[in-house]
């Protein structure tokens, strides 16, 4: 037990040093703000089986309680949706609520949980991240197991149930659970997906030549040299970040993954797979021809930022999609136009894997992303009735779409739309966060995380300059588009992945897995691309490399393999 805290603690503190060493980490803020009439919690309170049927009593009829929570640029504290969030949770508890809130910035608050959480002088609710780490800490009885409560719930259920795997999904292997899951709604069960599932191409160059984004890696290595050929004095391909490994926006065209992953039959490690060598090797062609910039691995964003606004280089095949956009905002080379097309087929392997296809329906994350409540926390039974009802149809409403007739209107068959004055607002995502509109992604309002809606995201979604080959050149919107030139195909076995029921040890080494052969992994790629290394006679070091990163490497595929849920 004592080894599985430390990693997780450790871990915690390394990221913090070398943010600090790095010069990359914020002020740390945590600025305290007061719903209802201020107050702070009670600091113990006797746990209330789940079944005992009543509430427990509070005092004055009021539920005190202490929240921390990330923010994303937008202080939540005073805004309209905040402010209608705690009126219904008042009329929905049939109490008064009052909140001592801690909002810090969401690096800080990533950067920081772990060490408060080792600490153990905890909020009453707070946000949380590290899935496997709140396991481990709840196994050891500072986070209260919500599963003993699960008679105070009405509607985070519904989300349960829509999820593949069910309650083996929610649950921990002995049924335990120690945090609300984030939840997302997607009725139109769009398959959009996330970065890492689109090239970004320098339009303007390619329209100047009558050029297009390439369909196929033959094309793309093609399209590359005559690239080069026309801008000799630019590097055609670079990274959009240097935390993001260079091959990331390769490893689906080549049906691969960049870490441990369901393969659609087993769980395996990517970064060991033939498929990934093969990437790997193609991946180093391009850079053999003078085609990818040496900085590739180094640039961190402000750098790839510089480069690409004035005009430094091509296409980024690895970036999050909406830098296209960013990029073109920000350009000083007006003559610059970014934009989108779908990842190029390999024909050995067929439609390229998209990353991060969203689930049809009502479902809970399986990120880790979450909310916790203290095992020391007065009125358990209340804070999760609470949490549970920020689930409920009309809150996620609220969250997602602001405030009726202010943010968004509703026809008579219930179809909701953004109102002009949002829409026509110089930045619409900004505009709604000023309300407090959770699904703008800069201010989440209520207790975070709250369920996510996929329709107003896309609805406040900008049109961007995309590509196909059947539409050509024109503007779409990320999600609509990689959920329409991907098709069904194109979705990872590993987004449909079945649950694995782990214990709390189990999912440590799990963990531990991920960090330390992904590290090692990373590292050697670059050597492997800039030549440094020889993917015919240095791939088994590299691979026996990956495998001691961590004690036991096939043992805990084994485990992992055992565990899942089919």
């Known amino acids: ?99 001592t809130w801690t909002y810090t910035p969401w690096a800080d608050y990533r950067n920081n949980e772990q060490v408060i959480l080792a600490s153990g002088a905890l909020p009453d609710a707070f946000t949380y991240t590290w899935g496997d780490a709140i396991n481990a800490y709840g196994e050891d009885g500072l986070v209260l197991d919500i599963s003993k409560y699960t008679s105070y719930m009405t509607y985070y ?47 303007d160059a390619l329209q100047a030549n009558n050029l297009t984004p390439a369909t196929t890696l033959e094309e793309f290595s093609t399209l590359c040299a005559a690239l080069k050929a026309l801008y000799p004095s630019l590097y055609v391909i670079s990274n959009s970040d240097s935390n993001y490994a260079f ?58 930022t510089r480069k690409a606004t004035t005009g430094k280089t091509l296409i980024y095949p690895t970036a999050w999609a909406g830098m296209a956009t960013h990029w073109n905002t920000n350009k000083v080379d ?50 999760v009735k609470l949490i549970d009802y920020q689930y409920s149809p009309e809150m996620v409403e609220l969250q997602n779409w602001g405030i009726e007739g202010v943010t968004y209107t509703k026809t008579a068959d219930g179809t909701k739309q953004f109102t002009p004055e949002i829409l026509s607002a110089p930045d619409p995502v900004q505009a709604l966060g000023n309300y407090g509109v959770t699904s703008s992604a800069v201010c989440r309002t209520g207790i975070v995380f709250t369920p996510q809606d996929f329709i107003p995201q896309i609805t406040q979604q900008r049109f961007e300059p995309w590509w196909s080959l059947a539409d050509g050149y024109h503007d779409d919107k990320y999600w609509e588009a990689s959920s329409k030139y991907g098709g069904t195909e194109s979705v990872a076995p590993t987004d449909r992945a079945p649950i694995v029921r782990l214990t709390a040890d189990e999912a440590t080494s799990r963990a531990q897995l991920i960090t330390a052969c992904d590290t090692v992994a990373k590292e050697y790629a670059v050597r ?39």
């Open 1 to 99: 037990m004592e080894n599985r805290k430390s990693y997780f603690t450790v871990t915690g503190i390394a990221v913090l040093v070398c943010l600090a060493l790095s010069g990359c980490s914020k002020q740390a803020s945590g600025t305290a703000g007061t719903s209802g009439s201020g107050g702070t919690s009670v600091a113990t309170g006797t746990s209330v089986p789940a079944g005992a049927g009543a509430m427990s009593a509070l005092p004055d009829n009021t539920l005190k309680i202490k929240v921390s929570v990330p923010t994303f640029g937008t202080d939540p504290g005073r805004t309209e949706v905040q402010q209608e969030w705690l009126k219904r949770v008042e009329a929905y508890l049939g109490c008064k609520v009052e909140i």
């Open 157 to 203: 259920p519904r989300y349960i149930s829509g999820t593949p795997g069910k309650e083996a999904m929610a649950y921990n292997k002995d049924g335990s659970g120690y945090y609300f899951k984030d939840g997302f709604v997607n009725d139109n069960n769009i398959s959009g997906a996330q970065s890492f599932t689109g090239f970004i191409y320098r339009f």
């Open 247 to 304: 091959y990331r926006g390769f490893v689906g065209i080549f049906h691969t993954w960049d870490t441990l992953y369901w393969n659609g039959n087993t769980w395996t490690y990517g970064p060991v797979e033939n498929n990934f060598r093969d990437m790997l090797r193609y991946i180093r062609a391009l850079y053999a021809e003078g085609y990818i910039d040496p900085e590739f691995a180094t640039d961190n964003g402000d750098a790839a």
């Open 334 to 383: 007006q003559a610059i136009s970014f934009g989108l097309a779908y990842l190029p087929q390999n024909s050995q392997y067929g439609t390229p894997w998209k990353w991060g296809s969203k689930v049809e329906g009502t479902s809970l994350s399986t990120q880790g992303f979450g909310i916790a409540v203290s095992a020391k926390a007065a009125n358990p039974d209340w804070i």
């Open 528 to 566: 492997f691309i800039n030549g440094q290394l020889d993917l015919d006679k240095d791939w088994d070091s590299y691979v026996n490399a990956v495998k001691y990163a961590v004690d036991d490497f096939d043992g805990v595929f084994q485990m992992l393999n055992s565990n899942t849920v089919r």
